[in-house]
């Protein structure tokens, strides 16, 4: 069967260290999209959307869930808790979010168990280790099982004999290495078994092949969104090693967590705030400390949606995202809390680095290099007046367009779309930009640009 002319593949990733507000873009998007689909991490990553003044924090479960006639996919790549699993599915159906016909599980995906929340944590808090900052949730450790072929598969809990010896041979090993190394508390096997079984009963319904699903959506014609997990500057080989997650992040693991082939994606937009953010310890050039940290951070609620952390915080980086945008082949960037910048007076922008004497052309590939790099920015003014909610490019101030010409200037992409607030609601697109061709969105009326040259 050949491809339906209507097929289009759009993949989503984050731009910076995560927390860039992909829930809330996600969500913005589905509506465009027959299909909405998580292709990698684990419930490490919390994606916060505010729908009708209701908060909702998702894991595991892709934001489109909520768009009302959406179906989501949790693809091959993802490492699953099934115990989060049904919490989440529970916590929607309270909300009378349906999910029958319209929550789909791939059976590749593997299975975080208790040993491996277990394992990280211990190791994470060892004595003498560097500290990743990892949630301790068992998302290293079940991507090194998967890696060492020793996992278990979402396929493999509904083999009641291979379940129960999986577990059994596991917790042999698991125990003695996390008791001789860690001197933790061993764990039982029979309760981890029993209380697995209840899982896959609870999620049997939902469990298929996603790759053959989505193939078959894609050649008949549907619109395909593939959502990643954490950010850019996370990805296992690209990121900030070995500050970083343990999963591809960038667009390429769209491809390999979900089953669909590169020739299938139209294209790749990128995630931003308007400043930058990270959670964990590794290097971050532009970080700030006092008094403008925590007003950024207060304004911009940059505290975890999974663990509460506080965020470090800093002035937006050039350099990273456009080596952001060379991995990601983006064509495409949206703009966050573009909002929390409204008081400022003026706004630095990273838009360079120096060693000593030297510019610094290339990313370093080491947190010691990396550490070693001084920013050099240029200062554009601030608007001082708000911004939140504003729904029209013509609307938003002078400064503020600027700003935003500003970083699409140097980044050599489009911005496709300003998100001015929580709500779905609270988002101003821009018009004619490839963003919207690859939505199937109709442009608005070529007035509206002269309307913004006016006014600008």
């Not at 090993?173 to 096997?189: H, M, S, T």
């Not at 456009?322 to 910048?341: H, P, Q």
Request: aromatic share 6%; charged share 20%; glycine share 12%.
């Amino acid at each position: 069967m050949s491809r339906n002319l209507a097929s289009r593949c759009v993949i989503v990733v984050g731009a910076q260290w995560g927390d860039e507000g992909k829930g809330k873009v996600v969500d913005l998007l589905a509506s465009h999209f027959d299909w909405i689909a998580r292709y990698q991490g684990g419930h490490n990553a919390g994606h916060t959307v505010i729908t009708g003044g209701r908060k909702h924090i998702l894991q595991l479960i892709p934001c489109g869930i909520l768009s009302g006639s959406a179906r989501a996919v949790i693809g091959n790549g993802v490492v699953i808790d099934p115990a989060a699993l049904v919490q989440e599915m529970d916590a929607l159906e309270a909300a009378n979010v349906q999910l029958e016909g319209r929550l789909f599980v791939s059976n590749r995906a593997q299975v975080i168990l208790p040993y491996h929340r277990m394992l990280e944590l211990a190791a994470e808090n060892a004595p003498g280790r560097i500290k990743i900052g990892t949630t301790s949730r068992g998302i290293g450790p079940s991507y090194e099982d998967k890696m060492g072929r020793r996992g278990l598969r979402i396929a493999d809990l509904f083999d009641a004999d291979l379940l129960r010896t999986h577990i059994e041979n596991a917790l042999r090993e698991k125990n003695a290495i996390a008791g001789a190394l860690y001197q933790a508390q061993p764990l039982d096997a029979g309760s981890i078994y029993e209380r697995y079984v209840d899982y896959s009963r609870r999620i049997r319904s939902y469990v298929t092949d996603t790759a053959a699903l989505l193939d078959q959506a894609w050649r008949a014609g549907d619109s395909i969104l593939l959502e990643g997990a954490q950010g850019t500057l996370l990805d296992i080989d690209h990121g900030t090693y070995p500050f970083v997650t343990s999963s591809s992040t960038t667009a390429g693991g769209g491809c390999t967590g979900t089953g669909l082939g590169p020739t299938r994606v139209s294209g790749v937009v990128g995630v931003s705030k308007a400043y930058a953010t990270r959670v964990g310890g590794g290097p971050f050039p532009t970080e700030l400390e006092g008094e403008i940290a925590e007003h950024l951070r207060e304004r911009g609620n940059e505290f975890g949606s999974v663990t509460g952390r506080p965020r470090r915080v800093g002035w937006i980086d050039l350099p990273l995202l456009r080596y952001a945008v060379r991995l990601n082949g983006m064509e495409s960037l949206i703009i966050t809390k573009l909002d929390v910048l409204d008081q400022l007076a003026e706004i630095p922008v990273c838009v360079g680095y120096r060693r000593g004497q030297s510019a610094v052309e290339e990313i370093p590939a080491t947190v010691a290099e990396m550490e070693k790099l001084e920013p050099v920015y240029e200062s554009l003014p601030g608007w001082q007046t708000s911004t939140a909610g504003v729904t029209q490019w013509a609307e938003l101030p002078r400064a503020a367009r600027a700003y935003l010409d500003f970083l699409a200037s140097r980044l050599e992409l489009e911005i496709g779309l300003i998100s001015t607030g929580p709500e779905r609601n609270e988002a101003a697109w821009l018009p004619h930009t490839k963003l919207q061709a690859w939505l199937g969105v109709t442009a608005p009326a070529k007035a509206s640009v002269e309307r913004v040259k006016a006014k600008g």
